[in-house]
């Protein structure tokens, strides 16, 4: 199953009469049941009471609004999953955040006239969906096209992300609660002129920035969680002009970031999701990518904090026989035959420095591992093993010119497909996009 060709950008989003009127509703209601929780004289809530969860995302375009495609899912399905109201929803890091935006919470929703899907709602939904009385704070900061320098300290888009987190605390303090933990999802992927190692370390300093900031606005100590997904590469490069070599390295360094920082996940890659294919896009999710996005982050939620994705631990090289032996967050290692668009040697790609040896055939050969047979022993400097690099395809066709077909299957179920949307029915888990010298170890 693939999904059907996805529909034009569309305008933004205004909300209607009905909406406003429905969100006005929404917050008196909120508001009475966070009054008879707190008891209304200040008093603690009962002690089994969940803790609420602050779920940010920050980033580019695909964090946030960008391609505006068709909205497939407009209703406010969980009362315990919120968002500031109106504006609040989000912020842009081209100008300042308002204050008084960024008022009460109101179920969250996306707007049915033309706004898209956002990440923040559809992964608030399906983590509600798996984990019953979780509750959800959901806010977004993102600033389309840009480097990594857009987002760090002294940034507009770092003020806006404070200024959110605090309010989210002195939101729910307000009705009696507070906050016991955040993820804060980041989906970024344009290094600037900065080098794979200029980028992961520029990332490492934003990581450690935002934490300790993140800690005064939110209060008392608490788990703050960054966590990662990786950048796809555009449909058709070509079509575009654009240099692949960016995605390819921000998604590298991401994944090398994840390997040697505590406190840092790397959920997956998302050249399993699916693209607006119009001329004027084809890098922004569909909605039903979107759907996808949501499902793989509840997915890693219910996992906790020792998530590994699934990665390469080990490289080793016998003759023209290359091994990957690979870390799985689910099942046995499968090829996806029904989702992602086929890709050359399923991904993977073999180099040296002479260019020596090329892959002619790959096979799983046991739950975690995967050969690759050479054309020939390499002979030059420098070998190495990538997936999902570089380009499979130059056809405009809704799919990530970057991507593999290598999956660890999970028995959870994908919650937007069980509301009748044509995404896998089961969440699986792709591997990440990797480069990897050969001899390799992870050390582990």
Avoid at 192 to 198: E, K, P
Avoid at 374 to 391: E, F, I, K, M, Q
Wanted: aromatic share 8%.
């Amino acid at each position: 199953m693939r999904p059907p060709p996805a529909g034009a950008p569309t305008a933004t989003p205004r909300q209607s009469r009905p909406e406003r009127v429905a969100a006005r509703l929404a917050t008196i209601a909120l508001a009475l049941g966070l009054l008879a929780c707190s008891g209304g004289d200040g008093t603690e809530p009962p002690a089994d009471t969940p803790p609420v969860r602050l779920l940010a995302f920050g980033g580019q375009s695909n964090a946030g609004a960008g391609g505006r495609g068709t909205t497939m899912e407009s209703q406010a399905r969980f009362p315990n999953v919120r968002q500031f109201a109106g504006a609040g929803k989000a912020g842009l890091g081209s100008e300042p955040q308002a204050a008084a935006a960024l008022g009460p919470l109101v179920p969250a929703f996306d707007a049915a006239d033309g706004g898209g899907q956002w990440p923040q709602t559809m992964a608030g939904f399906a983590i509600a969906a798996t984990q019953p009385g979780v509750e959800l704070v959901l806010r977004t900061d993102w600033y389309g096209g840009q480097a990594i320098s857009a987002f760090l300290p002294g940034t507009t888009h770092f003020a806006n992300s404070l200024q959110a987190f605090a309010a989210a605390r002195a939101q729910v303090e307000r009705g009696g609660r507070r906050l016991e933990g955040s993820w804060y999802v980041w989906i970024q992927d344009e290094a600037g002129a900065s080098t794979l190692d200029g980028y992961r370390e520029a990332l490492r300093g934003y990581v450690l920035a935002l934490r300790a900031a993140a800690a005064a606005a939110l209060g008392p100590p608490q788990p703050f969680t960054f966590v990662m997904l990786q950048p796809n590469s555009w449909d058709s490069p070509s079509v575009y002009g654009f240099d692949v070599a960016f995605p390819d390295a921000v998604a590298q360094a991401q994944w090398e970031l994840s390997r040697s920082m505590a406190g840092v996940l790397l959920a997956g890659p998302l050249y399993q999701v699916p693209l607006i294919a119009t001329g004027d896009d084809g890098i922004h999710a569909t909605a039903l990518g979107r759907m996808m996005i949501g499902d793989l982050l509840a997915a890693v939620w219910a996992h906790g904090p020792g998530f590994r994705p699934l990665q390469p631990r080990s490289a080793s090289l016998d003759g023209r026989v290359v091994e990957l032996r690979f870390d799985r967050p689910a099942g046995a290692l499968a090829w996806d035959e029904a989702w992602v668009a086929p890709a050359p040697k399923r991904g993977f790609a073999f180099r040296d420095d002479a260019g020596s040896a090329s892959i002619e055939s790959v096979e799983i050969v046991s739950p975690d591992t995967v050969r690759l047979v050479l054309s020939a022993p390499p002979t030059g400097a420098n070998p190495r093993v990538l997936y999902a690099h570089g380009t499979a395809d130059e056809l405009l066709d809704g799919w990530a010119a970057g991507r593999g077909q290598l999956m660890s299957p999970s028995s959870q179920a994908s919650y937007f497909h069980r509301l009748g949307h044509a995404v896998p029915a089961q969440v699986n888990h792709y591997a990440v996009r990797f480069a990897v010298p050969v001899p390799w170890d992870a050390g582990r």
